[in-house]
T-cell receptor, first 119, second 110 residues
Framework: GAGVSQSPRYKVAKRGQDVALRCDPISGHVSLFWYQQALGQGPEFLTYFQNEAQLDKSGLPSDRFFAERPEGSVSTLKIQRTQQEDSAVYLC?????????????????FGAGTRLSVL | DAKTTQPPSMDCAEGRAANLPCNHSTISGNEYVYWYRQIHSQGPQYIIHGLKNNETNEMASLIITEDRKSSTLILPHATLRDTAVYYCIVKGEYGNKLVFGAGTILRVKS
């Protein structure tokens, strides 16, 4: 499809397990973002990639969270030793770029998210 | 990025115009107003953005006050499928992240 694809859509993990969440951005999109959305709240920024470079990881809540985008397309968000407070929807977004004066190129398009439940 | 204030919820009758307000009194000169919406179990969807002029596209209209301290998103003929959480976001020209508030839950009723 032409949109941002995330997998799996749902993930149940036992506390202490490691999980990996995948994001396939729109083809050709340079910029990729991860957000975390707790129940009943707006999404919160986690990290940002421009191509394969992780330019901003200021929103990652702890060193258990790690994101990568090794070839500048698909990205993986990994959470080690999951805790109950990690339960949330993890959203991925991509944009053509993030630094263009043509603002339409900076618009972020979101995937449907991965709902993570840590028991 | 400037903060925004939105009412927590609003109701609208199907077929009528939905007017969603947003206050952004601390907006600076190079910051834009963006609107996204999030339908249940989906990711946020871009609607429209503007700087100081009113904007219109196939989804909605955006009215920004002359002092730019507030704006209104207008859905001209709301349908049941417009029921969603609407987020007003202020972002700099090159800001790399969207800062979401709690948004406004819009309920369109038949």
């Amino acid at each position: 499809g032409a949109g941002v694809s995330q997998s799996p859509r749902y993930k149940v993990a036992k506390r202490g397990q490691d999980v990996a969440l995948r994001c396939d951005p729109i083809s050709g999109h340079v910029s990729l973002f991860w957000y975390q959305q707790a129940l009943g709240q707006g999404p919160e920024f986690l990290t940002y990639f421009q191509n394969e470079a992780q330019l901003d990881k200021s929103g990652l809540p702890s060193d258990r969270f790690f994101a990568e985008r090794p070839e500048g397309s698909v990205s993986t968000l990994k959470i080690q030793r999951t805790q109950q407070e990690d339960s949330a929807v993890y959203l991925c977004a991509s944009s053509l770029t993030a630094t263009s004066v043509v603002l339409a190129k900076n618009i972020q398009y979101f995937g449907a998210g991965t709902r993570l439940s840590v028991l | 990025d400037a903060k925004t204030t939105q009412p927590p919820s609003m109701d609208c009758a199907e077929g009528r115009a939905a007017n969603l307000p947003c206050n952004h009194s601390t907006i600076s000169g190079n910051e834009y107003v963006y609107w996204y919406r999030q339908i249940h179990s989906q990711g946020p969807q871009y609607i429209i953005h503007g700087l100081k002029n009113n904007e219109t596209n196939e989804m909605a209209s955006l009215i920004i006050t002359e002092d730019r301290k507030s704006s209104t998103l207008i859905l001209p003929h709301a349908t049941l499928r417009d029921t969603a959480v609407y987020y007003c976001i202020v972002k700099g020209e090159y800001g790399n992240k969207l800062v979401f508030g709690a948004g406004t839950i819009l309920r369109v009723k038949s």
